[in-house]
Nanobody, 123 residues
Framework: QVQLVESGGGLVQAGGSLRLACAASGRTSSMYAMGWFRQAPGKEREFVAAMRWSSGITYYTDSVKGRFTISRDNTKNTVYLQMNSLKPEDTGVYYC????????????????WGPGTQVTVSS
């Protein structure tokens, strides 16, 4: 089992930046990929970005390409999501997730989830 805890959320004006962090503990050797998802009020949880833990290969949903960057610090078992040029539509609860077998954009592929951190972008 992998335990995940997100941090770094908050309130920011449109055009601003935030950096989310997700610290992993427990059976971190089982992590194949790490992903970020978000859920806006009244909407389904959606994929944002993912990284293959060993190789660093990344993948982003189209709406955040060029604005968000996922990165990792292997020594700290921490994955980051740098979010620039934020828009009101980026508002939501951001979740970190760990997958043990594949890097996918579907939430079902991820075994472990953090509690989430709120990101609010004001216009």
């Amino acid at each position: 089992q992998v335990q995940l805890v997100e941090s770094g959320g908050g309130l920011v004006q449109a055009g601003g930046s935030l950096r989310l962090a997700c610290a992993a503990s427990g059976r971190t050797s089982s992590m194949y990929a790490m992903g970020w998802f978000r859920q806006a009020p009244g909407k389904e949880r959606e994929f944002v970005a993912a990284m293959r833990w060993s190789s660093g290969i990344t993948y982003y949903t189209d709406s955040v390409k060029g604005r968000f960057t996922i990165s990792r610090d292997n020594t700290k078992n921490t994955v980051y999501l740098q979010m620039n040029s934020l828009k009101p539509e980026d508002t939501g609860v951001y979740y970190c997730a760990a997958a043990s077998t594949a890097m996918r954009i579907t939430s079902a592929a991820y075994n472990n989830w953090g509690p989430g951190t709120q990101v609010t972008v004001s216009s």
